[in-house]
């Protein structure tokens, strides 16, 4: 086969680059793990893997891309680091942190491999702490309808205020009193007060200036007990959220529908962000993963970032992934990769990912890549079921961060069904974002 010299005359790689031609013997990749590589010399960014194809750019030795894989293609050979040769070529998709497609409108370009080396991934986070043990606090209680709390235990005593249906309260005891009866879920009647001393998590002196308020025991049951905090998540779906009645209720995080593909911003979301947070509720953000719409899960991710407006103290960024797309196994964890692979280098944070047990395990292969690689936070939705089943091993042995346990949930402040909850741990500050 013929054979001929080719050496670039560009002025940064003349002494860098010689490269020897033969005719391309293209192939699949070689490897789909996304990873980063350093430039050990400079070389020449072209449109395909190998040495004929067009020069798009020259970069600087030093410059680290981001890979999807290697490929077989045309011979190169290289003064570069003592001497190199070989056909294979680096699928690049970002170049120093931006992407491909913005610098050249495509959404890979290739590299030969010998004049880069491979830059180990940082470590992973240490895991979460493990969860305190449950403390059962009895006197927690829950509305079964609208309760009318009284100035003292009698139904000819003043109206303090009217609280909702699914509102936690904190009695500090029973006391007899005047006799009362109602349709509360069932018909009640009885003589017995709860002497309650907090609604909502706040107490009644700052609610309403009074030490204590009376509610008639027949309107309420007694709460689960539970180590979890109480949370949701939230769309446009939900329409006008009433922020501090949901806070009331006891909720103490939200996670709220940013983007979903590439273009689509819920309608909702900025209005959720701030009411949320302005009732003092742990916030954060997800994207609705469209691999069906757009095959670029960088660009599903900068669309993410550049509208989700994310600062310090926002609960870390979450990939929603429920759908395929119509991907193979191997061509959805690609993309997965690319989408928290982009935001980790955008934000400087690993994002978590919400997934169901059957979804990861049928579409990603029950792939376990990104528990052992830093992505340490699961959301696992799993309804109907007293404990969650958790994919990938055991999430690599993390188990889940946060547990979605219905999605027709009822919430004080929110019409219609909601998305009910739980975190697994007592402080946010594993999963609290730090802008860089």
Same mark, same amino acid.
């Given at each position: 086969?013929?054979?001929?010299?080719?050496?670039?005359?560009?002025?940064?790689?003349?002494?860098?680059?010689?490269?020897?031609?033969?005719?391309?013997?293209?192939?699949?990749?070689?490897?789909?793990?996304?990873?980063?590589?350093?430039?050990?010399?400079?070389?020449?960014?072209?449109?395909?893997?190998?040495?004929?194809?067009?020069?798009?750019?020259?970069?600087?030795?030093?410059?680290?891309?981001?890979?999807?894989?290697?490929?077989?293609?045309?011979?190169?050979?290289?003064?570069?680091?003592?001497?190199?040769?070989?056909?294979?070529?680096?699928?690049?998709?970002?170049?120093?942190?931006?992407?491909?497609?913005?610098?050249?409108?495509?959404?890979?370009?290739?590299?030969?491999?010998?004049?880069?080396?491979?830059?180990?991934?940082?470590?992973?986070?240490?895991?979460?702490?493990?969860?305190?043990?449950?403390?059962?606090?009895?006197?927690?209680?829950?509305?079964?309808?609208?309760?009318?709390?009284?100035?003292?235990?009698?139904?000819?005593?003043?109206?303090?205020?009217?609280?909702?249906?699914?509102?936690?309260?904190?009695?500090?005891?029973?006391?007899?009193?005047?006799?009362?009866?109602?349709?509360?879920?069932?018909?009640?009647?009885?003589?017995?007060?709860?002497?309650?001393?907090?609604?909502?998590?706040?107490?009644?002196?700052?609610?309403?200036?009074?030490?204590?308020?009376?509610?008639?025991?027949?309107?309420?049951?007694?709460?689960?007990?539970?180590?979890?905090?109480?949370?949701?998540?939230?769309?446009?779906?939900?329409?006008?959220?009433?922020?501090?009645?949901?806070?009331?209720?006891?909720?103490?995080?939200?996670?709220?529908?940013?983007?979903?593909?590439?273009?689509?911003?819920?309608?909702?979301?900025?209005?959720?962000?701030?009411?949320?947070?302005?009732?003092?509720?742990?916030?954060?953000?997800?994207?609705?993963?469209?691999?069906?719409?757009?095959?670029?899960?960088?660009?599903?991710?900068?669309?993410?970032?550049?509208?989700?407006?994310?600062?310090?103290?926002?609960?870390?960024?979450?990939?929603?992934?429920?759908?395929?797309?119509?991907?193979?196994?191997?061509?959805?964890?690609?993309?997965?990769?690319?989408?928290?692979?982009?935001? &980790?280098?955008? !934000?400087? $944070?690993?994002?978590?990912?919400?997934? #169901? %047990? /059957?979804?990861?395990? +049928?579409?990603? @292969?029950?792939?376990?890549?990104?528990?052992?690689?830093? &992505?340490?936070? !699961?959301? $696992?939705?799993?309804?109907?079921?007293? #404990? %969650? /089943?958790?994919?990938? +091993?055991?999430? @690599?042995?993390?188990?889940?961060?946060?547990?979605?346990?219905?999605?027709?949930?009822? $919430?004080?402040?929110?019409?219609?069904?909601?998305?009910?909850?739980?975190?697994?741990?007592?402080?946010?500050?594993?999963?609290?974002?730090?802008?860089?």
């Amino acid at each position: 086969m013929h054979r001929r010299v080719h050496r670039s005359w560009l002025p940064l790689v003349i002494a860098a680059l010689a490269v020897l031609v033969i005719l391309p013997s293209l192939a699949g990749e070689a490897d789909a793990a996304t990873s980063k590589w350093q430039a050990k010399c400079a070389a020449n960014v072209r449109v395909s893997p190998n040495t004929t194809s067009k020069v798009l750019r020259v970069i600087a030795r030093g410059a680290v891309v981001t890979t999807v894989g290697s490929v077989s293609g045309g011979h190169w050979s290289t003064g570069c680091d003592g001497g190199r040769a070989g056909n294979l070529w680096l699928k690049v998709v970002a170049i120093n942190g931006r992407t491909t497609k913005s610098f050249f409108g495509r959404s890979a370009v290739y590299v030969a491999r010998g004049l880069f080396k491979a830059v180990p991934p940082p470590p992973p986070p240490p895991p979460p702490p493990p969860p305190p043990p449950p403390t059962p606090d009895t006197a927690d209680l829950i509305t079964n309808c609208a309760v009318r709390l009284r100035a003292g235990p009698s139904t000819d005593a003043g109206t303090t205020t009217i609280i909702d249906n699914n509102v936690v309260v904190t009695a500090a005891d029973a006391v007899s009193g005047g006799a009362w009866a109602a349709d509360c879920a069932t018909s009640v009647s009885g003589d017995t007060w709860y002497r309650i001393v907090e609604v909502g998590g706040q107490s009644v002196n700052a609610l309403y200036g009074v030490d204590e308020v009376y509610g008639a025991t027949g309107l309420f049951r007694t709460a689960v007990t539970s180590s979890y905090v109480e949370g949701i998540d939230v769309s446009k779906w939900q329409g006008v959220i009433n922020w501090p009645m949901v806070a009331a209720a006891g909720k103490q995080f939200t996670i709220a529908k940013a983007t979903e593909g590439v273009g689509y911003e819920d309608g909702r979301y900025d209005a959720n962000k701030a009411g949320a947070m302005a009732a003092g509720l742990a916030f954060g953000a997800y994207h609705f993963a469209r691999p069906d719409l757009n095959d670029d899960g960088a660009s599903e991710a900068d669309w993410f970032v550049d509208t989700a407006g994310y600062q310090t103290g926002m609960i870390i960024p979450t990939l929603d992934l429920e759908r395929t797309g119509g991907l193979t196994d191997a061509a959805l964890i690609a993309w997965v990769k690319a989408w928290v692979t982009r935001v &980790y280098e955008r !934000l400087g $944070v690993r994002p978590m990912i919400y997934a #169901s %047990p /059957s979804f990861w395990t +049928t579409y990603m @292969g029950n792939t376990r890549w990104f528990a052992d690689n830093g &992505y340490a936070i !699961l959301w $696992v939705a799993h309804w109907g079921v007293t #404990s %969650p /089943s958790v994919p990938a +091993t055991n999430w @690599g042995g993390r188990s889940w961060t946060f547990w979605q346990y219905t999605s027709n949930g009822s $919430v004080p402040g929110i019409s219609g069904d909601v998305d009910l909850d739980r975190y697994r741990f007592d402080s946010f500050d594993a999963v609290t974002y730090a802008a860089p």
